[in-house]
C-alpha cells in the first residue's frame, strides 16, 4: 500500500505541475481563455490513455499462462525499472527548462488560434505520468484477485493523489521555504530505489521460474543473513521497506547479486549523463569566450 501511495503521489505531483504552469499561463491572457476547454479535455484524454494501458496490461496477463506469462511480468517489471531511471535522467536534463519550453508552446497556440497543441500537452502529461504510475504499479496489479484487493488498491490511489494535492499547494505557497529542486531530488532518489524494487521482483521471479531448472551456483539460493527477528519484510513495515527500498530481512546470494548489477549500472549511467552534461557546458562556454 505504500508504494501504491508514494507512486500515485510522485506521478500525481510531477502531471500537476505541467498543468499548472499550462493553467497559470492561460488564466487572464486575451484569448486564451478558450484553451481552458482544449486544457481540460486533454487532461480527460491522458486518463484515457493511462487507463486504455491499465486494461491492456491486465488482459494480456490473463490471456498468456505458464512461462509466456512468466516472461511476460519479468519483461515488465524489468522495463518498468529501465523506465524509473529513463525518467529520473529525464527530470535531470529538462527539470530546469520545462516550464520555459511548455510556455513557448503555449505562445505558438495562441498566436495561431490552434489549441490542439494546449490539448497534446495536457494529455502527453497527463497520459505520460499516469502509463509510469501503471507501469511502476505492474507488480501490485499483478496481485489484485479479490474485490477487498481492488478496494485496497484505489483507496492507496486516492490518498496519494490526496496527498500529492496537498503537497502541490504547499509547494505553491511557500516556494520560499521549499525548494521544488530539493523535493524533486529526493523523490528522484526514493524513484531509483523504487526501481531496485522493482528489478529485485523481476529477478526473483527470473529465479523461481525460468531459471528453476538451471543448475546454479549453491550460494546464489543460501541466505547471507536473517535480521527477521529483528525486521521481518513480511510485517506491515517491513513490507513497505521491501516495496519501496528492494529490503530484504533474509537475502540470498542471488538478491545481493541483482541488486549490485542494478546499482553499478544506474550510477554508471548517472555519471555518463552527467560527463555530457559538464562537456556541453564546456562547449557553450568556448564558444561565448570565442564571441
Excluded at 43 to 68: K, N, P, Q, S, W
Excluded at 89 to 111: I, N, P, V
Aim: some cysteine; glycine content about 10%; proline content about 1%.
Amino acid at each position: 500500500m505504500g508504494q501504491i501511495i508514494f507512486v500515485v503521489c510522485r506521478e500525481s505531483i510531477e502531471a500537476l505541475l505541467v498543468i499548472g504552469i499550462l493553467y497559470a499561463w492561460m488564466n487572464g491572457r486575451p484569448g486564451a481563455q478558450k484553451g481552458k476547454i482544449w486544457l481540460v479535455a486533454g487532461i480527460l484524454a491522458g486518463f484515457g490513455l493511462a487507463g486504455l494501458l491499465t486494461l491492456t496490461l491486465i488482459g494480456v496477463t490473463d490471456i498468456l499462462g505458464g512461462a509466456a506469462r512468466d516472461w511476460f511480468e519479468i519483461g515488465m517489471l524489468t522495463f518498468a525499472s529501465i523506465l524509473i531511471v529513463q525518467m529520473v535522467m529525464w527530470m535531470r536534463a529538462h527539470g530546469r527548462t520545462m516550464k520555459k519550453d511548455l510556455e513557448q508552446g503555449l505562445e505558438k497556440s495562441t498566436q495561431s488560434s490552434n489549441w490542439w497543441g494546449v490539448f497534446f500537452l495536457a494529455m502527453i502529461a497527463v497520459g505520460r505520468e499516469g502509463s509510469e504510475t501503471v507501469m511502476f504499479l505492474y507488480g501490485s496489479l499483478l496481485q489484485l484477485d479479490s474485490f477487498a484487493s481492488y478496494v485496497n488498491f484505489f483507496v492507496a490511489a486516492a490518498i496519494g493523489l490526496a496527498l500529492a494535492m496537498i503537497l502541490f499547494f504547499l509547494l505553491q505557497i511557500g516556494g520560499k521555504y521549499i525548494s521544488w529542486k530539493w523535493f524533486f531530488r529526493v523523490t528522484e532518489t526514493m524513484l531509483l530505489f523504487l526501481g531496485a524494487a522493482l528489478f529485485l521482483t523481476a529477478a526473483g521471479k527470473l529465479l523461481g521460474g525460468p531459471l528453476a531448472v538451471t543448475d546454479l551456483p549453491a550460494w546464489m539460493y543460501s541466505t547471507v543473513w536473517d535480521i527477521s527477528g529483528v525486521l521481518s519484510d513480511s510485517s506491515v513495515f517491513g513490507g513497505l521497506l521491501a516495496s519501496l527500498f528492494a529490503y530484504r530481512s533474509q537475502p540470498i546470494g542471488w538478491d545481493l547479486l541483482m541488486l549490485g548489477v542494478y546499482w553499478v549500472l544506474v550510477l554508471l549511467v548517472l555519471r555518463w549523463q552527467l560527463r555530457g552534461r559538464e562537456s556541453q557546458a564546456k562547449r557553450a562556454a568556448s564558444v561565448v569566450e570565442a564571441n
